[in-house]
């Protein structure tokens, strides 16, 4: 949701007033801005699909590693067979 706002800001940077008109602030030092609202969806549903999505992540971060072992496991083997050819 898109919303135009007069704003007025303090010294630090924050804010002391939203104005919806011109005419509201007539006589304070504010500035014209465009102000995007975005909702923060905080459900249970919202969370339990984030946890799922996370285990999932971690499931195919273990499978990597153990891979991983096996190529290394591998590749030394491999070593091995080439130091004894020399």
Known sequence: MLFKYWIEF??????????KSKSDC???NCKEYIVKLIEINRSDECIGKFEKESSK???SVEEFTKGIKSVNTELEKTLDKVRKIK
């Open 10 to 19: 303090d010294e630090s940077g924050e804010i002391l007033n939203l104005f």
């Open 26 to 28: 007539a006589d304070k």
């Open 57 to 59: 992540f971690l499931e």
